[in-house]
């Protein structure tokens, strides 16, 4: 069965209810001619009209599905010109559906990684290292987990991540929205691990820094000449007390300003 070029353009599909584009990858079922986008036909499983049994034919090529993930196309160019009025004859060449619709994530390490996303640095990947790969499927992030004997190794191994990470990700794990959903979810792990870092390294950093500054601008507490070495150990040690125990140090003090 032959359909027209772009048969389905501007019309709505009705699996997720969105015009399909002119660029939009798009099929029509044999039997009730109903268009869907190529994506949607393969989440569906079929044809979204009910009771419908057709399958799905390219509005590119013509061409009939020869099974559930698997697509008849036709990038190829023809090698010899057509005669003038007629469309050019070329040999299709069999891709799986989620490739003709531009999502062939999941699928291992031989998958194509979209230009967009190749060499992506991945911040997610460099902060949670191990945690991240077993979220992704990529176990060769758990070498991280040696730095915890090794520092050093865990460092390189973030980086490694940071550089390679985005790749691992698509090809390791399903991302049925595409590289939209991929780009939302390293922002959610980019964030969780920033938030990380800050928590870990910065506060503590933080925290210890501004303990220096107070003892440093601390007033110092003046000490009576003639209580000697004796009274500097007695203040040191009230010191270390908490400051329940403190009770009677402002009635020391007044009696020591008397003196």
């Known amino acids: 069965m032959s359909q027209p070029e772009n048969a389905a353009v501007g019309k709505t599909c ?3 209810g969105a015009t399909i584009g002119a660029i939009s990858p798009s099929v029509v079922c044999s039997q009730c001619q109903t268009a869907h986008h190529a994506e949607c036909w393969r989440r569906k499983g079929g044809c979204t009209t009910a009771g419908c049994t057709g399958t799905a034919i390219s509005t590119r090529t013509g061409a009939a599905l020869s099974g559930l993930g698997a697509m008849e196309v036709a990038p190829a160019q023809p090698t010899e010109a057509a005669p003038a009025g007629t469309r050019p004859s070329v040999a299709p060449s069999r891709v799986t559906m989620d490739e003709w619709a531009g999502n062939a994530s999941g699928r291992g390490a031989t998958t194509a990684v979209p230009p967009e996303i190749r060499g992506r640095w ?13 979220g992704h499927n990529t176990w060769i992030a758990l070498i991280a987990l040696i730095g915890f004997i090794l520092p050093p190794v865990g460092l390189a191994m973030a980086i490694v991540l940071g550089v390679k990470g985005s790749e691992w990700a698509w090809q390791n794990r ?7 959903q991929f780009r939302a979810v390293q922002r959610v792990w980019a964030i969780w691990g920033w938030v990380i870092f800050v928590l870990i390294f910065l506060v503590p950093v933080i925290l210890v820094v501004v303990a220096v ?6 007033p110092a507490r003046r000490v009576p000449a003639r209580y000697g070495a004796a009274s500097v150990r007695m203040e040191a040690a009230l010191d270390a007390y908490p400051p329940y125990l403190k009770l009677h140090d402002t009635t020391v003090g007044r009696e020591d300003d008397r003196l």
């Open 14 to 16: 009705p699996y997720c």
């Open 122 to 134: 991945n911040w997610g990947a460099f902060w949670l290292t191990w945690i991240w790969g077993i």
């Open 174 to 180: 399903r991302f049925e929205g595409g590289v939209t």
């Open 213 to 218: 500054m107070m003892k440093a601008t601390a």
